[in-house]
């Protein structure tokens, strides 16, 4: 079973982040990404950028389910901080 550090790890593997925060029980994960990496893109392709870049755990059910609940630039991720 896969803890939130490991899947943490496989998403700074799968893209440059400059701040990840994941939460989950061992099956079903769900992740904040902020990534120099998203910028220019649409929602839609910045979540695939990360589920690309973990298609072989996603395959192998070695990870069951990530559900991405931000994937955001380091400037709107700035601009939501208080």
């Not at 870049?53 to 059910?61: D, E, I, R, W």
């Given at each position: ?9 496989m ?35 910045r979540h ?26 380091p ?8």
């Open positions: 079973m896969l803890t939130p550090e490991q899947v943490k790890a998403i700074e593997n799968a893209a440059p982040c400059e701040h990840v925060e994941v939460e989950g029980d061992g099956h079903h994960f769900f992740a904040v990404i902020v990534s120099s990496a998203f910028e220019g893109k649409a929602r839609l392709a695939r950028l990360i589920k690309d870049g973990l298609k072989a755990q996603l395959a192998s059910n070695e990870l069951h389910a990530l559900s991405i609940s931000t994937a955001a630039t400037a709107e991720w700035a601009a939501k901080q208080p």
